[in-house]
T-cell receptor, first 113, second 113 residues
């Protein structure tokens, strides 16, 4: 158990809908990262937050957004969902967000029908 | 379980054999490297790391070797066990100024009893 928690574990929704994925980092970690993992791709970095501020952006679609709250938990919002958004979404956290080891949560499996 | 990639390189070994998983990186300024293990349906789990000022680092049954001349990283697993079956990812921090990790595509390790 890494200490990173993610909810929900599974999510089934329809195309065009919007969902919110939630992540709580390890105690003491200030930085949160979001990744997408689909069957034909590796881990795709989406976005990083550090202490409430966006720090780095990866291949995140405009339909997706994220934020980190004062209590350091983070949410990833996915809107206008398409079939191709079906994937595992992982959150990771690290102490200072400076490229050190990241600790991953168990993931949220999203299925868009 | 499910696979995390349809076209991952695969290494098949017998229980008790030693396994070597390789990873090439492209950025000569990369200064920190990590190996992760991802079991089916779970999040990536930290195994071992190494900084660029080292050539070798050992853990419990695992050794990471770094060859900066040819930009190559390897993970050696001694006395491989069925529980080692998973996808293994290498990750690198590309140097000062990078707050994130870049992940490789992964290698699937299959251990037969």
């Amino acid at each position: 158990d890494s200490g990173v928690t993610q909810t929900p574990k599974h999510l089934i929704t329809a195309t065009g809908q919007r969902v919110t994925l939630r992540c709580s980092p390890r105690s003491g970690d200030l930085s949160v990262y979001w990744y997408q993992q689909s069957l034909d791709q590796g881990l795709q970095f989406l976005i990083q937050y550090y202490n409430g501020e966006e720090r780095a952006k990866g291949n995140i679609l405009e339909r997706f957004s994220a934020q980190q709250f004062p209590d350091l938990h983070s949410e990833l919002n996915l809107s206008s969902l398409e079939l191709g958004d079906s994937a595992l979404y992982f959150c990771a956290s690290s102490p200072s967000g400076t490229g050190e080891t990241q600790y991953f949560g168990p993931g949220t499996r999203l299925l868009v029908l | 379980g499910e696979s995390v990639g349809l076209h991952l390189p695969t290494l098949s070994v017998q229980e008790g054999d030693n396994s070597i998983i390789n990873c090439a990186y492209s950025n000569s300024a990369s200064d920190y490297f990590i190996w992760y293990k991802q079991e089916s349906g779970k999040g990536p789990q930290f195994i071992i790391d190494i900084r660029s000022n080292m050539d070798k680092r050992q853990g419990q049954r695992v050794t990471v070797l770094l060859n900066k001349t040819v930009k190559h990283l390897s993970l050696q697993i001694a006395a491989t066990q069925p529980g080692d079956s998973a996808v293994y990812f290498c990750a690198e921090n590309r140097g000062p100024g990078y707050s994130t990790l870049t992940f490789g595509k992964g290698t699937m390790l299959l251990v037969s009893p």
